[in-house]
């Protein structure tokens, strides 16, 4: 299985949005609803933030929200803020019933 | 409330086995529907899946690692295991256990890693 592709660094100023992409394939993000995205500040554990391409578990900001076309998931965080900066990755769940996770993007907060 | 610990050697030297545990708390390890995962973060690099135990005892590895990779489960210790075989220095890496899957508050079952452990650092060098 490969790694989704994501971008590997993406910035934005505080209050504007910005959108981090993640491409797989039909047999992973294109043939699922099942994506997520994590935050992981430098040193720390993966944070849930986004499941099943659109939801959000019980306490994470409403700034945070997902969307998926085809092969492609969206990660958008509206209202950046500094404390946003951090890495952010995806992850599908597969046809071979089994994970794979995106390369990470470095998020920075201008 | 759940949480995981992941505990084991620091250091391995090439071409032996590495061996972690995780610690299951607030919860049981054999009850739900939940995949026990390992996922590791080589230094400065991204997310690896390395696989899962699931609840009934089922087991899936990355094709990548699954000639060397065993994951075990031990109920009475509620704990889960990962041992990764003949390695080397590209296997040193920060070694995270996850829970993944679930029902949420509206009763579907989820695909998401929700519960993290800390992670370990594991070094291979002799």
């Known amino acids: 299985q490969s790694a989704l592709t994501q971008p590997a660094s993406v910035s934005g100023s505080p209050g504007q949005s910005i959108t981090i992409s993640c491409t797989g394939t039909?047999?992973?993000?294109?043939?699922?609803?099942?994506v997520s995205w994590y935050q992981q500040y430098p040193g720390k554990a993966p944070k849930l933030m986004i499941y099943?391409?659109?939801k959000r578990p019980s306490g994470v900001s409403n700034r945070f929200s997902g969307s998926k076309s085809g092969n492609t998931a969206s990660l958008t965080i509206s209202g950046l803020q500094a404390e946003d900066e951090a890495d952010y990755y995806c992850?599908?769940?597969?046809?071979?019933?089994?994970?794979?996770f995106g390369g990470g993007t470095k998020l920075t907060v201008l | 409330q759940v949480q995981l610990q992941e505990s084991g050697p620091r250091l391995v030297k090439p071409s032996e086995t590495l061996s972690l545990t995780c610690t299951v708390s607030?919860?049981?390890?054999?009850?739900?529907?939940?995949?026990w995962n390992w996922i590791r973060q080589p230094p400065g690099k991204g997310l690896e899946w390395i696989g899962y135990?699931?609840?009934?005892?089922?087991?899936n590895y990355n094709p990548s690692l699954k000639s060397r990779v065993t994951i075990s489960v031990d109920t009475s210790k509620n704990q889960f295991s990962l041992k990764v075989s003949s390695v080397t220095a590209a296997d040193t890496a920060v070694y995270h256990c996850?829970?993944?899957?679930?029902?949420?508050?509206?009763?579907?079952?989820?695909?998401?890693?929700?519960?993290w452990g800390q992670g370990t650092t594991v070094t291979v060098s002799s």
């Open positions: 099943d391409v659109v």
């Open positions: 135990i699931y609840y009934s005892g089922s087991t």
């Open positions: 039909s047999s992973d993000v294109g043939g699922y609803n099942y």
């Open positions: 607030g919860g049981s390890v054999s009850s739900g529907s939940y995949y």
């Open positions: 996850a829970r993944a899957g679930g029902f949420d508050s509206s009763g579907h079952y989820y695909y998401g890693m929700d519960v």
């Open positions: 992850s599908s769940y597969t046809s071979s019933s089994a994970w794979v």
